[in-house]
């Protein structure tokens, strides 16, 4: 039993970490924009679907198909803000119905497409399983793991040091002050976009060597994300990174103590009990309270 | 006189269908669900318009009004008229659990109840004992023959529809004349301006949320037993979400009879046109036919009639 | 009527208002005074429940009721106009007043709603849309007859006399004492003119930096040097 845990906890912080990556996508967007992407996970979604087009097509490696998903999500990113650019009355909710609409589009323009099937990776080499002392990993897991943190390691010089990523957090903090200080948030939006982008076709390249993936995942992925940033509370990096390994540890551990059924279920518990008692989240400080 | 020519024009519109169509059983079956989506479009935009709220989840209204009146009707067996309302009520009793996700702002709002929308599905799916879970519900009556009308043909069951949805139109327009719909008129845009005289806006919104989950709650349970077999895929499927909001936004949403007419047409659309165009997906139409409208008129067909009448989008009926 | 104890509010690091204490009477007119920023409008929100108390109480008709949400006391009977006039938007002058009356008095009495239109002389522009067709010095009167309709017993007047030339400002004044006398209210009034708080108000508090520095008659207040050094204090800086 003790290895069970064991093992549940190993396998869900590494999946948690691909749940950062999507949610993080999700967070930057709405720090940016003030509005939440509702068709984000399709756009993980499609990023996995490029990878499997190169795995079959080709033979390679799912993640040859980074250049790829990465071009197909920035693309369809920066279409999604230009759209959302020309809403003009009551914006917030316009544009989650607009962003909602495109994540229908986008669903089934995957089902027309790739049809309903369930598609995952055939590569023997990511399916193959390492033993790390008591617990065992599939190589997929631990690679998507090391390229998660690689990747928010990334993200957070990025914030940190670079003239666009300083702006994202101004925009973020501080819309009109910003406006003062000579920063176009159109050009902070658009750069808030096109790196939501990068972490979706990640994101969904890691998701399809780790895991199955179907054209009806993309509202999960969201409502999943939208879980860890409640979790998290709107806020760090390491925040919802913490967020996301809780996440993906109780599913794991509700799959292995209960049925895999209840995995979405879990999650769900976990974000009703933060909304209940602990409106702010748990690693955050702001409000979200209308 | 001219204000209540698009109720009138739709009332004729719905009298006159049964006596074209009455005898082609394809119509009347399209437009018996069409006016169950209208229902919940309905539903749906009194929850947008007076509410404020955005719902993705008018699903787990949907699904849990079908269950409650199917097995309340086929295990305790309640009479089918009781059992319609049973499910209303258990609808409405469900959006008490959503009611903590009031103090959260627009867009957080909507996604938890796109969450509560999947917990739902999942329990309908889970507690199979009470449910019947993934291999589905069947063997529960119909709906009755009252009066020496039988509403469990394609007519009646239209003709119970109709009634209806026109039934909470009424409703709606009452709630949206009263003080409290005034009052809820004011929060849109002045929600301090408003509390501050005395409006308690999160009882007012949670009494929209519960009538809105009634009302859905009430046309899935009619649905179930119109169509007489649930399963929690189709009784929680994301099309009773997804079609309603597109008929609300394409009818007007802050119009009354805009989500109905658009509704129904809608929901002709998908299945006469879209489904014939393209088998699998077809609903892709519809997600562009919803981004179209938001992004050139997002207050909807009707709505663009109404933006030259004098007064606030909000006060048009 | 209404009691202050040992009021702190801080906004992040900021101390806005630091152990405010003072109480006052039925039927009593309170001047509060003090330079811009001082914490007058951040003391009314306080006292009407947009803004949430870090410690002490505040007590309105000896019940506790600084955890009570806005409309709860509100319809206790506090008040109170907003010093930039935030009517209710789509809805007409008259609407504004009815849902004040419904959901802050708790009954619906149109002929109160008349003679409130016509004191506050709104009577002309009661099916006017209140956010978009009225003028300045109209919506001030909207604000006080929003604040009438919902039957107070305590009125929070925060700068309602800004702004008006000097004969309109004493008729507005006059009203004032009538209203004061018809409804028999208390009203704290936030206000800079000495003259007018001498003549409207028996009495006056002063705020600077969070902290209330004086309370008495108006003389004694504005001979007070505390309260004469924080006006030029501010002056200067």
């Known amino acids: ?290 | 006189m001219m204000r209540n020519l698009p109720a009138a024009a739709l009332l004729v519109a719905a009298l006159a269908i049964p006596l074209v169509f009455g005898g082609n059983g394809y119509i009347m079956g399209l437009m018996v669900s069409g006016l169950i989506v209208a229902g919940v479009a309905l539903a749906w935009a009194l929850l947008g318009n007076l509410g404020g709220m955005v719902s993705f989840g008018h699903a787990a209204f949907f699904g849990v009004g079908a269950y409650t009146s199917a097995i309340l009707s086929a295990k305790a067996g309640l009479p089918v008229p009781l059992s319609l309302l049973a499910g209303a009520l258990g609808a409405a009793l469900c959006s008490l659990v959503m009611l903590p996700a009031l103090r959260l702002s627009g867009p957080y709002f909507a996604l938890a109840i796109l969450a509560y929308a999947h917990i739902f599905k999942i329990l309908a799916t889970e507690l199979s004992s009470i449910t019947g879970g993934s291999a589905g519900f069947q063997r529960f009556p119909t709906l009755p023959t009252i009066a020496g009308i039988d509403f469990s043909s394609r007519t009646g069951s239209y003709a119970l529809l109709v009634v209806m949805v026109a039934l909470c139109a009424l409703v709606y327009r009452a709630v949206k004349r009263s003080h409290v719909g005034t009052a809820l008129r004011a929060m849109a845009e002045s929600e301090d301006a408003t509390r501050v005289v005395g409006v308690n806006a999160t009882l007012l919104k949670s009494w929209m949320l519960l009538l809105s989950a009634f009302i859905t709650g009430l046309f899935g349970a009619m649905n179930a037993h119109i169509i007489n077999f649930l399963e929690p895929d189709y009784a929680f499927s994301g099309n009773w979400s997804v079609l309603p909001i597109i008929a609300a936004i394409f009818g007007g949403y802050r119009t009354i009879l805009g989500p109905v007419a658009g509704a129904v047409l809608i929901y002709l659309f998908d299945q006469i046109i879209a489904k014939e165009l393209l088998p699998v997906g077809h609903q892709i139409l519809l997600g562009l036919l919803l981004a179209g409208m938001i992004l050139v008129a997002p207050n909807g067909l009707f709505g663009l009639f109404q933006t030259r009448r004098k007064g606030a989008p909000h006060a048009a009926a | 009527m209404l009691r202050l104890e040992d009021v702190t509010v801080r906004f992040g690091g900021l101390v806005a208002l630091k152990e405010v204490s003072f109480a006052m009477g039925e039927g009593e007119i309170l001047g509060l005074v003090g330079p811009n920023g001082a914490g007058k409008t951040t003391l009314f929100n306080t006292i009407s429940g947009l803004v949430r108390p870090r410690t002490g109480r505040i007590l309105f008709k000896d019940r506790e009721i600084g955890k009570l949400p806005l409309h709860a006391r509100a319809r206790l009977g506090l008040g109170r106009t907003f010093q930039i006039p935030q009517p209710m938007h789509h809805l007409t002058v008259r609407e504004n007043l009815t849902v004040a009356q419904v959901f802050g008095a708790g009954a619906s009495d149109p002929a109160r709603i008349d003679e409130i239109l016509e004191v506050m002389e709104l009577a002309e522009h009661a099916d006017r849309d209140a956010a978009t067709e009225l003028a300045l010095q109209e919506l001030k009167r909207l604000e006080v007859a929003k604040a009438l309709a919902t039957n107070p017993a305590l009125l929070l007047l925060d700068e309602v006399l800004a702004g008006l030339e000097s004969h309109a400002k004493r008729r507005f004044i006059a009203k004032l004492r009538e209203l004061h006398q018809r409804y028999a209210l208390a009203i704290v009034i936030v206000e800079h003119d000495i003259e007018t708080i001498s003549s409207l108000c028996s009495r006056a508090v002063v705020l600077n930096f969070g902290e209330l520095i004086a309370d008495g008659t108006p003389e004694e207040v504005f001979r007070n040097p505390a309260v004469v050094e924080s006006y030029t204090g501010t002056a200067d800086a």
Request: charged letters at 10%.
């Open chain 1, 1 to 290: 039993m003790f290895e069970l845990l064991q093992q549940s906890l190993f396998s869900g912080l590494l999946v948690g970490s691909v749940y950062a990556l999507v949610a993080l996508g999700i967070a930057l967007t709405f720090g940016a924009m003030k509005i939440i992407n509702l068709a984000h996970g399709e756009l993980v979604l499609l990023a996995a679907y490029m990878a499997y087009v190169i795995e079959s097509r080709t033979g390679w490696n799912p993640y040859a198909a980074i250049p790829l998903a990465f071009a197909v999500t920035a693309l369809v990113s920066i279409a999604i803000y230009l759209l959302i650019e020309r809403i003009r009355e009551h914006r917030e909710l316009n544009s989650l119905i607009l962003t909602f609409a495109i994540g229908v589009i986008l669903t089934n323009a995957i089902l027309l497409v790739f049809a309903s099937d369930v598609r995952s990776t055939n590569s023997p080499l990511l399916q193959d399983a390492v033993s790390l002392g008591s617990v065992y990993a599939m190589n997929s897991e631990l690679l998507a793991f090391v390229v998660s943190l690689l990747v928010m390691a990334g993200l957070w010089w990025w914030l940190r040091n670079s003239w666009y990523g300083r702006a994202v957090r101004a925009v973020s903090s501080n819309r009109d002050a910003s406006m003062l200080m000579g920063i176009d948030p159109r050009r902070v939006e658009l750069a808030a976009f096109i790196v939501a982008g990068i972490l979706a076709s990640v994101a969904g390249v890691a998701l399809y060597t780790m895991s199955v993936v179907q054209p009806a995942l993309g509202p999960a992925l969201t409502v999943k994300a939208f879980v860890v940033t409640v979790l998290a509370g709107v806020g760090s990096i390491p925040g919802v990174f913490c967020a996301a390994l809780l996440l993906g540890v109780t599913e794991a551990m509700t799959v292995t103590l209960a049925s895999s059924a209840l995995q979405e279920l879990v999650g769900m518990v976990l974000f009703l009990l933060v909304l209940f008692f602990m409106p702010n989240g748990l690693f955050g400080a702001r409000a979200r309270r209308g």
